[in-house]
């Protein structure tokens, strides 16, 4: 039952790039082309998380799926046309800091909801996690509105299926093969950061989780400075650092064997991925056509997946045949071999921002 729900609660994060399309052509009840969206996502996830507590997943199975499907689907709606907004309205040389602050943002707040929802399942109150999630929805939606989406769209940012040629520019191309491959390895890392500590090095499940805190804590910081560090050396050189940072973390993650090091190598760590984050959708960002930008954004978002699907079963076939180390420097190895393709990325495209 829970592989059911799980697999059809993840459609609407594959739909999530036809909301963009949507959100992109259509003016929702003419008042906007990204915030009517986010506001109908937000009613619907709330209202979804609101009602759930009151639902028997025995007794009422098909009832406690459609409010899933419909959580996942407010979810996708909002998330996918926020990005739209954040391209529509934040100069080129601000993208970085913008998504510094919502990689940041996200880091921290799963800091916080996993601490409580930690607290709410250990004492029994299911329920207060969802009226948790529900209460950051209204929160959300009072913010939402005070949002001021641009009233008349410029002739640049207008729909046009002429947008859809810059699928061909081979840039765009190589940059979602760069999209593959980063979390490929960054992800499939960051998953075998907790098994490494508790089986690898011995740490109890409770210390795994305060290391999980200090990465979290590591990501924060790297969104919010990865901005302005980004706007100080440029998309090239800041991406050309994120590879190098992560591929050298990972590298040490494999060497290290202490578990008082650890709490440094595992920060920094949290911090490398953080930066990389930013960087990679702010360079997203730059990519995306004004005319379709929620489309295309998604998309670029969307490849990252094939690369999270496909880094897990090989990390976990690595780390069977050859145990956590030689697992970390291949995936090390495959953010180094990414290099050659970040030169010709912008050797086919010249960035916006201005190299240092």
Not at 10 to 15: A, I, N, S
Not at 146 to 160: A, G, H
Not at 245 to 267: D, K
Not at 299 to 324: E, T, W
């Amino acid at each position: 039952m829970i592989g059911i729900v799980g697999g059809i609660t993840l459609l609407p994060f594959v739909l999530k790039i036809f909301l963009g399309f949507m959100s992109d052509r259509v003016n929702l009840f003419h008042l906007g082309h990204r915030k009517p969206y986010i506001l109908v996502g937000l009613a619907l996830q709330t209202l979804a998380f609101a009602l759930i507590p009151f639902i028997n997943p025995s007794s009422q199975f098909a009832l406690y799926l459609t409010l899933m499907i419909m959580a996942a689907l407010g979810m996708s709606t909002y998330d996918t046309t926020t990005d739209g907004l954040s391209i529509d309205t934040t100069p080129a040389n601000d993208r970085g800091l913008v998504q510094g602050l919502m990689v940041g943002g996200r880091a921290l707040s799963a800091v916080v909801t996993a601490a409580l929802m930690g607290l709410f399942s250990q004492n029994g109150q299911w329920s207060l996690i969802f009226y948790m999630i529900a209460g950051l929805g209204v929160l959300t939606f009072v913010l939402a509105l005070q949002v001021s989406e641009l009233k008349e769209r410029t002739p640049d940012m207008q729909f046009s299926k002429a947008a859809f040629g810059a699928f061909k520019n081979k840039a765009l191309l190589l940059f979602l093969g760069l999209g593959v491959i980063y979390p490929l390895a960054l992800y499939s890392a960051q998953g075998m950061v907790g098994p490494y500590l508790n089986e690898g090095l011995g740490i109890s499940l409770g210390a795994v989780g305060l290391y999980t805190s200090v990465f979290g804590i590591g990501t924060v910081l790297g969104g919010v400075l990865g901005g302005p560090l980004m706007r100080k050396f440029g998309e090239r050189n800041s991406v050309l650092a994120a590879l190098l940072l992560t591929a050298g973390i990972t590298f040490i993650l494999a060497l290290t064997q202490s578990a008082a090091l650890m709490w440094g190598v595992v920060f920094v760590f949290g911090f490398a991925f953080g930066y990389y984050e930013t960087v990679y959708f702010a360079v997203g960002m730059d990519f995306s056509d004004p005319r379709i930008a929620a489309f295309m954004f998604s998309v670029i978002m969307a490849v990252g997946n094939f690369g999270i699907a496909g880094g897990q079963p090989l990390a976990g076939a690595l780390v069977d045949g050859l145990g956590f180390g030689p697992m970390f420097m291949i995936l090390a190895a495959i953010h180094l071999a990414a290099l050659p393709l970040v030169f010709a990325i912008f050797r086919l495209r010249k960035p916006r921002l201005q190299e240092a």
